[in-house]
């Protein structure tokens, strides 16, 4: 059974920092590429970062320079590094893992970024 749990969420003033971690069980993780969605009341959910089994990495123009993406293929598990918070980082942040056909996708932590 694939599990996807996240953690780290929580509420943060702006301009700080905050990190939020996503373990998987249940998958071949070194294989996959993971990511970071996000979704914000109202809006449909978008792509904030994502690694590739190779460590390649790739940002939302909107987190660049402020988020960093890693992840540890020991412990299967990929880490979002949030810095310079601003309140429209706001949003309930969703963790998946993908490989060819296959998409698996975390219950989601909420980060919310008080002005």
């Known amino acids: 059974q694939v599990q996807l749990v996240e953690s780290g969420g929580g509420l943060v003033q702006a301009r700080g920092s905050l990190s939020v971690s996503c373990a998987a069980s249940g998958i071949f993780f070194s294989i996959f590429t993971m990511a970071w969605y996000r979704q914000a009341p109202g809006k449909q959910r978008e792509l904030v970062a994502a690694?590739?089994?190779?460590?390649?990495?790739n940002y939302a123009d909107s987190v660049k320079g402020r988020f960093t993406i890693s992840r540890d293929n020991a412990k299967k598990t990929v880490y979002l590094q949030m810095n310079s918070l601003k309140p429209e980082d706001t949003g309930v942040y969703y963790c998946?893992?993908?490989?060819?056909?296959?998409?698996?996708w975390g219950q989601g932590t909420q980060v919310t970024v008080s002005s």
């Open positions: 998946a893992a993908t490989y060819r056909a296959g998409n698996y």
């Open positions: 690694i590739t089994s190779g460590g390649d990495t």
